[in-house]
């Protein structure tokens, strides 16, 4: 039976190690970036869940009062700010977070009354663990249930460690119920020895989880940076030819038609009310365009004030009438620093084929666009 003796006072000392090692690493990792909610406040959670053991280690050298109801409503506290600060992370509300501090007061008074009115190890042992089965598995729930989009794998890793260890705090209130009473904490059984190695466990995996959900927040910005237009906030050039494979395997099925939008006279916005109210057009013009789209067509913004737009499960005769409400609602804009001026795009429209070559679409659009172009602008044409 030796072979599964863990020493709970090699494991305490690791417990408080990882809590300063991973405090300090994500609280670097925060300074080095832009702000992240809730970041800091779980980091200091992690260095509260490790200042309860390093209290109880010195159980003897200072007071009861600290080695033991101190120790544990640390242990309490750090696991309840991790629960508020992942609810401000992962963008869910804080009532597990408030109905957490009332059961804090439970776990005190219960320290209370079990260390000077009936001292007993096992009843302090069943109220701190009956509270942390709580706390974990509530935060369990909010990881999961947070509104944020994080990475799910690393969500549900996060969420996972916390639900295993809240189950297997519960396994604990039922063993120490049904078991005797522990003369000596530092020495007691093997289901008391695991909940510290647990406890490192669930700290490297809360504190990786993190990591791996922050980075994959980092990427996806960086992602958006790189497919996105700054001015308009439609796609970029480099996102429509990582989507046209997409959508000409979409036209094998059903037909996908091609837009193309260009504002007209746009040169002269330009000469007569700046770069600035030019730039202005561009944006709300692109405004009305993300508008107009339904849930699978894109907009791209190609480069200047021409715009690209890919209609999936549309044909010529629906991209026609999509295209005419689109130039009306152009036609009804208006602009606040330049109230009398009067926006309009004209608009060339073409099928795109499976088989030829996407550009091929591309430049029977740009045919249809410059003849309307040429036939005096704001209107639509169809190239076949
Ligand atoms: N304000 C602003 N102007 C831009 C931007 N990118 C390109 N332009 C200008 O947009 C103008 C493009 O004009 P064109 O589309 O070629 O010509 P146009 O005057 O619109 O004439 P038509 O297209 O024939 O109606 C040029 O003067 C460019 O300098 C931008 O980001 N902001």
Not at 206 to 214: A, D, E, K, N, R
Not at 306 to 315: R, T
Request: aromatic letters at 10%; hydrophobic letters at 50%; charged letters at 15%.
């Amino acid at each position: 039976m030796d072979i599964f003796t863990l020493d709970i006072r090699t494991l305490n000392f690791i417990v408080i190690l990882f809590s300063v090692i991973y405090c300090i690493g994500l609280l670097l990792f925060q300074v080095a970036q832009k702000p992240i909610k809730g970041l800091s406040l779980f980091s200091l959670s992690i260095f509260i869940i490790g200042t309860g053991p390093l209290l109880l280690s010195l159980r003897g050298v200072i007071p009861d009062y600290l080695s033991i109801i101190g120790a544990n409503l640390f242990i309490a506290a750090g696991f309840h700010l991790t629960l508020y600060s992942l609810s401000l992370f992962r963008g869910y509300s804080v009532k597990l977070t408030k109905f957490s501090s009332l059961m804090l007061l439970v776990v005190f008074v219960g320290f209370v009354f079990f260390t000077y009115f009936e001292p007993s190890i096992k009843n302090r042992v069943v109220v701190i663990s009956l509270y942390m089965a709580f706390v974990t598995i509530s935060t369990a729930v909010v990881v999961i249930k947070g509104r944020n989009e994080d990475l799910p794998l690393a969500t549900r890793m996060m969420a996972l460690s916390f639900m295993a260890y809240g189950l297997f705090m519960l396994l604990r209130v039922v063993l120490s119920l049904s078991g005797a009473e522990i003369k000596n904490f530092m020495a007691a059984n093997l289901i008391h020895q695991l909940t510290f190695l647990f406890s490192i466990i669930l700290i490297v995996s809360m504190s990786f989880s993190m990591i791996w959900m922050i980075n994959a927040r980092l990427l996806r910005s960086i992602h958006c940076l790189s497919y996105q237009d700054p001015l308009t906030e439609l796609q970029n050039r480099r996102a429509l030819d990582d989507a046209i494979p997409l959508f000409q395997q979409q036209a094998q099925s059903a037909p996908v038609c091609m837009i193309l939008s260009d504002i007209d006279n746009f040169k002269s916005i330009n000469d007569q009310c700046g770069h600035l109210v030019g730039d202005d057009v561009i944006k709300v013009v692109a405004k009305v365009t993300l508008q107009s789209l339904y849930d699978s067509a894109v907009a791209f913004r190609l480069g200047g004030d021409e715009i690209l737009i890919l209609l999936p499960n549309c044909n010529l005769e629906q991209a026609k009438q999509f295209t005419d409400e689109l130039r009306q609602s152009i036609v009804k804009l208006t602009i606040d620093e330049q109230p009398s001026l009067h926006v309009t795009s004209s608009f060339g429209i073409a099928q795109l084929s499976p088989t030829e070559n996407w550009k091929a679409c591309v430049e029977r659009a740009d045919k249809a666009l410059y003849r309307v172009k040429h036939n005096g602008r704001n209107t639509l044409a169809i190239e076949r």
